[in-house]
């Protein structure tokens, strides 16, 4: 199955009203507008606006310290017996107001839109109470007034220390019910260090009984079948991959489950197992990729420069990191409304100051947007 490739059109028009694309195409082509408003690029690249599928970028606090307690040579043991590790995160995001949670995501979220982001994947999951998971989704939704937010609920992320993980998934079946109204979809860390797969799949079934998409962190640290068990559920992501085999790649592909790649962790963690690119082209599984920005493996605000990390780190193409964060994104949310430049979907936009598509991925902390547009208005 051969992917549809980058569409290029020299000297295009955008046409919107009421934040909706009629027309993308040539000029020559376009029908009668009476435009209100033009901008003209003045010979710059417009590319669709940036989708970040995959983040948590709502918490309190940050890791700097065990950061560099572990360049000093200490243990990921040490660090934990000296408080870090994400049970240090959920502390802080518990003991933060949803004003303080979101005052200090709101600088993360504006590094992304900064380099064109216009829709963006939050994920609670450091909370792990009821109470804190719904004070993380409120605050990725105050986040939505300058960027799409798509909120994921992730209950499932680690086991609170007060119980055991079985009882935790009960719970977290339950809450499903109370955060069903806040949340697009659920996503679960599947890991030996983590949840099983028969946990995953009681999670699952619950999510997709109250109307929720699925979306899996599966197979990062070892191959636990996580792939296969995403596509087994129609999720519409199966994020890091990196221990993902071949059984678990053709699952997808037959699901059509996305493959989200996370160079950002893959870099920090100074991973050297890559994901299976070859078997995802070889089978069309669509690829996206995404920042991860989280505080304990991926501390990234860059989308740009994340691009720039699957291109180097797991050799992706030009035009498979610009998909990675365009349609292919728009599909790892389940989304069909945004990710292209095509009538009726929602008007985003990048206007680059480049001379060319590489640029976006070859430099590495250089923001070539002259401009961005959300909804059809500048933003
Ligand atoms: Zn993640």
Redesign the pocket.
């Known amino acids: 199955m051969a992917a549809r490739g980058v569409g290029i059109e020299d000297g295009g028009v955008v046409a919107a009203a009421r934040g909706r694309i009629l027309y993308a195409g040539p000029a020559a082509e376009t029908p009668p507008f009476e435009a209100m408003r033009r901008i003209d690029c003045e010979g710059r690249w417009i590319t669709p606006g940036l989708i970040d599928c ?1 983040t ?1 970028l709502v918490y309190a606090g940050n890791r700097a310290r065990e950061f560099e307690q572990r360049l000093n040579g200490a243990s990921y043991e040490e660090t934990a017996r000296a408080g870090g590790g994400i049970i240090s995160t959920v502390k802080a995001t518990r003991a933060a107001t949803l004003q303080e949670l979101i005052e200090q995501s709101r600088p993360r979220r504006n590094a992304l839109i900064a380099e064109g982001v216009t829709t963006l994947e939050i994920k609670s999951g450091y909370g792990l109470t009821l109470e804190d998971e719904i004070k993380m989704l409120r605050a990725a939704h105050t986040l939505g007034d300058k960027v799409s937010v798509a909120a994921t609920f992730l209950g499932a992320h680690t086991c609170p220390s007060e119980i055991d993980k079985d009882s935790y998934t009960d719970r977290v079946c339950d809450m499903i019910a109370v955060i069903e109204p806040m949340a697009d979809a659920v996503d679960v860390f599947c890991e030996r260090i983590a949840f099983t797969p028969e946990q995953t799949a009681r999670i699952f079934v619950e999510a997709q009984r109250h109307g929720l998409k699925v979306k899996l ?1 599966a197979d990062q640290l070892s191959n636990g079948g996580g792939a296969a068990l995403a596509a087994s559920h129609g999720a519409v992501s199966a ?1 890091h991959l990196e221990h993902t085999d071949e059984n678990g790649v053709r699952a997808m592909a037959g699901s059509g489950t996305v493959a989200v790649l ?1 160079p950002g962790a893959f870099y920090f963690l100074r991973e050297t197992k890559l994901p299976p690119i070859g078997l995802l082209r070889k089978y069309g599984v669509p690829i996206a990729i995404a920042t ?1 920005c ?1 505080p304990g493996t991926s501390p990234l605000t860059s989308i740009l420069l994340c691009m720039n990390m699957a291109a180097t780190c797991f050799r992706l193409t030009v035009e498979e990191c610009l998909l990675g964060v365009t349609r292919n994104a728009a599909a790892a949310l389940g989304r069909d409304d945004v990710g292209t430049l095509e009538a009726g979907k929602q008007c985003d936009l990048a206007i680059w100051d480049i001379e060319e598509p590489a640029e976006l991925v070859y430099r590495m902390g250089f923001n070539p947007l002259h401009r961005r547009v959300w909804r059809g208005e500048d933003a």
Request: overall charge negative.
């Open positions: 995959h948590h962190h994020d996370l991860d989280n």
